[in-house]
C-alpha cells in the first residue's frame, strides 16, 4: 500500500500566522479595560479596582488611568482625579493568562494619585498595574501598549506573537553566620519594602564583621532579631522565666554578656517596625547593686543605663521590653558571670547575695529614650536601625554618650535612602561572586581582600553633597513623611471654585500638662508645646528634664 500523504503542521507557521494576525491589528487611542492594582490595607491578593479608561498623552508622555464606574453616591463628586503613570516609570511589561491579563512593572514605585489613592494605604506605593481587557479587545490592547512603551519589549505567549521572557537565573541562596538569604529576602531590599528578620541578621553580622574595630568588637555584643520572640515563647511572661529559653544563647560569647561593654537587641514591634535597645555596662549594675562599687564615684557616661533607639515620629511606650530585658538581664549575669570561676564552691548564702545584687542594680539602673533621627516614611525603620549601629562602629567614642544627649543629628533620611541602594548593590555583587566560584558562603569569599575591601567601602559609604541633597529635597518636606503628589490631568478636574473667607483663628484651649515635684498642673497651650514632650511616654518621664525620656524600674 503507497503511503498516505502526511500533513505537518510546524509551530513556527502557527507563531507566524499569530504574529500577522496582532500586526493586523490597529492600535487604538483610548482602551477601555478593568484595572487591577497591588495588595494594600491588611489584603494579601491584588485588588480589582473596576472598569477603567486609558489613553496616552503624548506631549506628556503618561498613560492616564480614570475610573468609569463610579458609585451613585459619587456621581456628584467634583475633582474625581486619574491615576497617572509615566512612561518612564514603566520597567517591564508581560502579557499573562493568554492575554486576559497585562502588568506593567514600575520602578521606582508610584504615589497614587487621583482615585488610586483610595485604594492604598498612607505610604504604600504602587509597583504595579494590571489590565484586564474584554476578550475581543485583546489584540488591540496588546498593539496599543506597544507602540504607547516603544523603549521596552512586551513579553507574553506565543499565541500571541510575542516572545517570551527569558528564564531567570537559578536562585541562590547565601550562607553567612548561620543566616541564610534567599531571593525572597532580597527582594525586600527594593525600594518601599519592609526588611525582615533574615535581612536585618544579615547585614547586622556584615557589620560587625567589617567594620568593627577591634577593642570594640571584643567587647560588643549584637543578639539575633529572633531574641525577644525567642524570650516570650512558650508562654513566659517574665524576663527571669524567658531566660530558660534562651539560656543557650550566649554560650559562645567568651566570659558572658557580663564581660561586654556593650549590648545590642534589635526588636520587631507586632511584626510592623523595627527599633534597637543598647545595654551600656550591664556587669556595672551588679557591682552597684551589691554595694562593691559607689555609685558616685562613676562619671555619668561610665554608669550602667539602658538606652532605646526607636526611629519613628510617636514611639510605642517601651515598657514591657524594659521589663522583660531586665529580668533576662538579672538571671544571666547570675549564671553566666564574666569569670566562670566564680561559680565553683559557692554556697546558698552566697547565691543569693549575688541574686540580690543583681535584682537592686539593675532595678537601679537607668532607661532613656534617645533623641534620635526620625524615619521620612512607614517602611525605613530596618534601615535605621542598621545606621544606628553603623554609626557608633564607625565612631565609637560616641558610645560615652549614647542616650545622654540628643543624637537626632547623626545622619539624614538622604543617607538612609543611599544605605538601601548599597545594600543592593553588596548583595548582587556577592551573588556574583558566589555565581562564579561556585561557594555560597559569605565568610569565605570575603576572605579575598579586594571582594572585602569594596564590600566595607559600600557598606559605609555616604552619598555625595549633591545627591544628598537631591534625596532630601525629594523624600521631606519638613514634619512627618506624606506621599508626594504628582500634577492632576486638568482635562478631568472642574475649574477652581473660591475659597469662602475663612473664619478668624479659634483660640488655642490651654491644657494642664503635670509639671515635675508636687503633681500639680500647670496650664499651658498647646501652641507653646515644645517638640520635646512628645517623645515616649515612659514611667517617671518628665519634659523639662535633659536629653533622652528617664524612668526607672
Known amino acids: 500500500m503507497a503511503d498516505e500523504p502526511v500533513i505537518a503542521i510546524d509551530s513556527e507557521d502557527e507563531a507566524d500566522q499569530a504574529t500577522g494576525d496582532e500586526e493586523a491589528a490597529r492600535p487604538l487611542d483610548e482602551l477601555f479595560c478593568q484595572l487591577i492594582l497591588p495588595p494594600s490595607r491588611g489584603l494579601t491578593t491584588p485588588q480589582p479596582v473596576g472598569n477603567v479608561q486609558v489613553w496616552l498623552d503624548r506631549e506628556e ?152 574595630p577591634k577593642a570594640l568588637a571584643d567587647e560588643l555584643y549584637v543578639a539575633k532579631t529572633q531574641f525577644f520572640t525567642r524570650l516570650t515563647a512558650c508562654g513566659a511572661h517574665s524576663g527571669e522565666k524567658g531566660w530558660e529559653n534562651v539560656k543557650t544563647w550566649t554560650r559562645s560569647v567568651c566570659g558572658g554578656i557580663a564581660s561586654q561593654r556593650v549590648l545590642v537587641y534589635p526588636i520587631n514591634e507586632a511584626n510592623l517596625h523595627w527599633c534597637m535597645f543598647f545595654v551600656c555596662h550591664p556587669r556595672r549594675a551588679m557591682e552597684i547593686g551589691g554595694a562593691q562599687a559607689d555609685e558616685n564615684s562613676f562619671e555619668e557616661q561610665d554608669l550602667p543605663r539602658m538606652v532605646c533607639f526607636d526611629s519613628a515620629w510617636e514611639p510605642a511606650p517601651k515598657d514591657e521590653h524594659v521589663k522583660l530585658l531586665k529580668g533576662y538581664l538579672r538571671r544571666e549575669l547570675v549564671s553566666n558571670p564574666a569569670d566562670a570561676a566564680e561559680i565553683e564552691g559557692e554556697v546558698l548564702i552566697q547565691q543569693a547575695m549575688k541574686w540580690r545584687a543583681a535584682v537592686q542594680g539593675l532595678e537601679r539602673m537607668e532607661s532613656l529614650d534617645a533623641e534620635v533621627p526620625k524615619q521620612k516614611n512607614v517602611y525605613d525603620c530596618g534601615i535605621f536601625v542598621l545606621e544606628f549601629l553603623l554609626y557608633l562602629l564607625r565612631r565609637p567614642s560616641a558610645l560615652n554618650s549614647l542616650g545622654l544627649e540628643s543624637h537626632r543629628d547623626w545622619f539624614s533620611q538622604a543617607l538612609i535612602s543611599h544605605r538601601r541602594v548599597e545594600m543592593r548593590n553588596i548583595v548582587e555583587r556577592l551573588q556574583q561572586e558566589a555565581r562564579g566560584s561556585g561557594q555560597a558562603d559569605v565568610s569565605v569569599l570575603l576572605e579575598r581582600e579586594s571582594l572585602r575591601s569594596w564590600v566595607t567601602s559600600a557598606l559605609l559609604s555616604e552619598p555625595a553633597p549633591e545627591q544628598a541633597a537631591d534625596r532630601a529635597a525629594q523624600s521631606s518636606t519638613g514634619g512627618a513623611w506624606l506621599p508626594p503628589q504628582p500634577k492632576s490631568a486638568p482635562h478631568l478636574l472642574p475649574q477652581a471654585k473660591p475659597m469662602p473667607p475663612q473664619p478668624p483663628p479659634v483660640p488655642t484651649r490651654p491644657r494642664p500638662v503635670p509639671s515635675s515635684g508636687n503633681g500639680s498642673a500647670q496650664w499651658q497651650s498647646e501652641a507653646e508645646d515644645p517638640a520635646s514632650t512628645k517623645r515616649a511616654r515612659y514611667e517617671g518621664y518628665d519634659p523639662e528634664s535633659q536629653p533622652g525620656a528617664r524612668y526607672e524600674r
Open 61 to 212: 508622555q503618561t498613560i492616564y488611568i480614570a475610573k468609569l464606574d463610579i458609585e451613585e453616591d459619587e456621581e456628584e463628586e467634583e475633582g474625581q482625579e486619574a491615576l497617572m503613570v509615566p512612561t518612564s516609570a514603566v520597567t517591564q511589561t508581560d502579557v499573562k493568562a493568554d492575554g486576559r491579563m497585562v502588568i506593567l512593572s514600575l520602578s521606582p514605585p508610584l504615589a497614587p494619585t487621583g482615585f488610586a489613592a483610595d485604594w492604598m494605604a498612607e505610604g504604600h506605593r504602587l509597583s504595579m498595574v494590571a489590565f484586564a481587557p474584554a476578550p475581543h479587545q485583546v489584540l488591540e490592547t496588546v498593539a496599543s501598549l506597544r507602540l504607547w512603551l516603544g523603549h521596552l519589549t512586551v513579553y507574553g505567549p506565543r499565541a500571541l506573537g510575542l516572545p517570551e521572557r527569558p528564564q531567570a537565573e537559578e536562585p541562590l541562596a547565601m550562607r553567612f553566620h548561620g543566616t541564610l538569604l534567599d531571593e525572597r529576602d532580597v527582594a525586600l531590599l527594593e525600594e518601599e519594602q519592609w526588611l525582615n528578620d533574615t535581612i536585618m541578621d544579615f547585614f547586622l553580622r556584615l557589620a560587625v564583621e567589617l567594620a568593627a
